[in-house]
């Protein structure tokens, strides 16, 4: 089965990662994107969240978020890259409480879009309340969209695959602080957790 026929055969929700200021927001982000691919990639989701509200399809983001810069140095690898030249050499500075980066960015939010706060790992579903939000609204498919593709999207993927989701990740909704790794990540995601579509065809599925 394709993306578009699994799309229209389940019940999906979208849910963006980390799609937020602090990444995508050059003026105030702790760990940007690059600026052309920031706006590139916020671009791509703002039509597929619209796509999605006007066929009545929830909208989910998920966004990083810590009660104190302890929570982000308990990481053994974090706390080892921080300050170094690493892509996440600021990370003991990202999504602190306070922060303008913990904002959405504010194209992509709808009347009855859910935000969940507290994202503290790679995974979307450790210690946050996506499972359940998922589950009691009968959702079996994730589309998925967001920040980093070889980190964040790439672990997400794989926790909804062994929650036994299925899973689209939407090609052009997703980007990375790594640019090397884009492809790399969307091939490992193919090749054993789950689909990747185009934004057209995802879009035309619903």
């Known amino acids: 089965m394709n993306a578009e026929a699994l799309i229209r055969a389940g019940k999906p929700a979208v849910v963006t990662i980390d799609m937020h200021r602090g990444h995508l927001d050059p003026s105030v ?30 909208v989910i983001h998920v966004v990083t978020s810590y009660h104190g810069v302890e ?12 300050g170094t030249d690493a892509t996440r050499s600021n990370v003991l500075n990202h999504q602190l409480p306070g922060s303008p980066g913990l904002e959405v960015m ?61 899973v689209v990740v939407v090609e052009e909704c997703v980007d ?3 640019p090397s790794l884009h492809d790399a990540a969307l091939a490992v995601i193919r090749q054993a957790f789950g689909w990747v579509a185009t934004l057209d065809d995802v879009v035309s599925a619903l």
């Open 29 to 58: 982000a702790t760990m940007p994107l690059a600026a052309e691919a920031a706006e590139r990639v916020t671009a791509a989701n703002a039509v597929l969240v619209d796509a999605a509200r006007k066929h009545g399809i929830p």
């Open 71 to 82: 929570e982000i140095a308990s990481n053994p690898w974090w706390s080892r890259v921080a």
């Open 106 to 166: 504010p194209q992509l939010l709808g009347e009855g879009d859910i935000v969940l706060f507290g994202k503290k790992r790679y995974d979307s579903f450790a210690a946050t309340e996506l499972d359940h939000v998922l589950r009691s609204r009968g959702i079996d498919t994730l589309l998925l969209t967001g920040v980093n593709t070889n980190s964040c999207v790439l672990a997400t993927t794989v926790a909804g695959n062994t929650r036994d989701y299925s």
């Open 176 to 178: 990375t602080m790594d």
